[in-house]
């Protein structure tokens, strides 16, 4: 599972995605420019590995750096790292988590996905996340159909209208009660090369 989790991520790393949310309030119509992007650092704390209580002394605690190890050909640290991570007591309360990446990538261009900005009303359950942005997958399997599964994102501070994740998990009950939902107008991918060009692409944030 954690070969897919890592495939999956990677592939998250290739693109931003890109979307266009609209609402309607008053009669009047909404449109905001969003981004999504993930990067090597967002993998520790998005995957749960610092759950993993009883191995994190033998886990990279610099979150960039996991990643690239993970990534790497074989080795003695690599697999000293990966022993770690799947023979922690703690690894099942992890796995929704991994489910939700390993998927993630081709679901971030689903029609059927749901976006909604975070207000100041109760929004379901409680929670210490600090969040801007909620985002709903479908769920993964048939298994897991009567699950919620959510990544939470934070706007970054120096880019307005740029999103990264900030965490995710599985629930019986929906977490978007009382948030403010979007419609989503357009997704697109814009592959790595364009990454740099996000002030320009979208210099107000909002249109």
Known sequence: MLEQVIEGFNHLLQNDFHFVLCSSKKGK??????????E?????????IHY?????????SHSKRL???????????KKRIWDAIIH????????????????????LINPTIKIWTRTNQYCGMKTKIKYDLLLEIPSPSDE?????SYIFFKEDA???????????????????????NWKIQTCSLLTTQYQVDV?????????
């Open 144 to 148: 897991q159909k009567e699950l919620y």
């Open 88 to 107: 922690s007591s703690f690894v099942m309360d992890i796995q929704s988590r991994w489910v939700i990446i390993a998927c993630l990538a081709g679901n």
């Open 40 to 48: 090597k650092e967002n993998f520790h704390h998005l995957a749960g």
């Open 29 to 38: 119509l909404h449109c905001k420019n969003v981004i999504l992007r993930f």
């Open 199 to 207: 002030r320009k692409l979208f210099p107000n944030a909002l249109c």
């Open 158 to 180: 120096t880019i307005a209208g740029l999103y990264h994740p900030v965490s995710a998990f599985q629930t019986g009950d929906p977490f978007s009660i009382n948030q403010k």
């Open 67 to 77: 990643f690239e190890v993970l990534m790497e050909p074989e080795s003695p640290s």
């Open 52 to 60: 993993l209580k009883d191995n994190l002394k033998m886990i990279p």
